[in-house]
T-cell receptor, first 113, second 111 residues
Framework: KAGVTQTPRYLIKTRGQQVTLSCSPISGHRSVSWYQQTPGQGLQFLFEYFSETQRNKGNFPGRFSGRQFSNSRSEMNVSTLELGDSALYLC????????????FGPGTRLLVL | DQQVKQNSPSLSVQEGRISILNCDYTNSMFDYFLWYKKYPAEGPTFLISISSIKDKNEDGRFTVFLNKSAKHLSLHIVPSQPGDSAVYFCATFSNTGKLIFGQGTTLQVKP
């Protein structure tokens, strides 16, 4: 089975721009979660989607949003980028909502200048 | 407020010796814990997990110990190998189902 894929792998944006990241989960997995990893904060939960519905949300501002499509692929959008949004954004999928083991993609490295 | 803490940012051990990575948590209601390993430029990969009904779970060279009274878990790697050099995260699920990670411990295994 192919693993979780994320595109693009690297991205450079400037402050004020917006960005969309994409995640394709493992085939058959219906739950997709997004995380932000920064050196200072570690891995922080952004949100989780299951069957096209947001099931859970972390403590991030409304500039961070996401959606999930009927094929379980998910996108994450960040609007009005700030320097502090520079991070590794990780997507993880699991077979069902609340599944115990999540499988991570390689991440998208975002640099905001 | 960190609900899951890994107080050692780094650990260095000699090849063949034991590596012990520690993790503390604050909420006694947490009942399932996971360890992930992360190499640079890759996403975390699941390593081993433990349910609160157990105090030990073993998988090959990796053993996780859970001390519920101390709200502490540890990952033992025996024997350590250079390929084990990575960042290790402990994680658990919050009462709302979010996966909460510790800050990570960078393990270096020297040949």
């Amino acid at each position: 089975k192919a693993g979780v894929t994320q595109t693009p792998r690297y991205l450079i944006k400037t402050r004020g721009q917006q960005v969309t990241l994409s995640c394709s989960p493992i085939s058959g997995h219906r739950s997709v979660s997004w995380y932000q990893q920064t050196p200072g904060q570690g891995l922080q939960f952004l949100f989780e989607y299951f069957s096209e519905t947001q099931r859970n949300k972390g403590n991030f501002p409304g500039r961070f949003s996401g959606r999930q499509f009927s094929n379980s692929r998910s996108e994450m959008n960040v609007s009005t980028l700030e320097l502090g949004d520079s991070a590794l954004y990780l997507c993880a999928s699991s077979p069902e909502g609340g599944g115990k083991t999540q499988y991570f993609g390689p991440g998208t490295r975002l640099l905001v200048l | 407020d960190q609900q899951v803490k890994q107080n050692s940012p780094s650990l260095s051990v000699q090849e063949g010796r034991i590596s012990i990575l520690n993790c503390d948590y604050t909420n006694s209601m947490f009942d399932y814990f996971l360890w992930y390993k992360k190499y640079p430029a890759e996403g975390p990969t699941f390593l081993i997990s433990i349910s609160s009904i157990k105090d030990k779970n073993e998988d090959g060279r990796f053993t996780v110990f859970l001390n519920k009274s101390a709200k502490h878990l540890s990952l033992h790697i025996v024997p350590s190998q250079p390929g084990d050099s990575a960042v290790y995260f402990c994680a658990t699920f919050s009462n709302t189902g979010k996966l909460i990670f510790g800050q990570g411990t960078t393990l270096q295994v020297k040949p």
